[in-house]
C-alpha cells in the first residue's frame, strides 16, 4: 500500500494561505528559507523523519531550526492577558 502523501501537500497549501492572507498588504516581502520535516510512522510504531530545505549548508539549516525554536518557546510563554 502506498503513502498517502496528500496531508504534506494539504500542510504546506493552508501555510502558504496564512503567509498570503497575513502579508497580502505589505509591499517587499518574498519567502526566504523553507524547511520541511515529514514524519512517517510504521506499523511497528517507529517513526522515520525526511527534512528537506532550501538552505544549501545543512548547518544553516538547523541555524533556521534553532531560531524557529527559540521563536515557538517566546510564542508560548506569551501573556494573553497582555
Known amino acids: 500500500m502506498a503513502i498517502d502523501t ?3 501537500g494539504q500542510q504546506i497549501a ?3 494561505e496564512a503567509i ?3 502579508f497580502a498588504d505589505k509591499e517587499g ?3 526566504g528559507p523553507i524547511i520541511t520535516i515529514v ?3 510504521g506499523p511497528e510504531g517507529g517513526a522515520h523523519f525526511r527534512i528537506r530545505h532550501n538552505l544549501g549548508d545543512s548547518a544553516r539549516a538547523l541555524g533556521v ?3 524557529a525554536e527559540d521563536h515557538w518557546i ?3 510563554h506569551q501573556d ?3
Open 14 to 16: 493552508q501555510q502558504m
Open 20 to 22: 498570503e492572507t497575513d
Open 29 to 31: 516581502y518574498k519567502l
Open 80 to 82: 494573553p492577558t497582555e
Open 65 to 67: 531550526l534553532r531560531l
Open 74 to 76: 517566546r510564542f508560548m
Open 6 to 8: 496528500s496531508k504534506a
Open 39 to 41: 514524519g512517517i510512522e
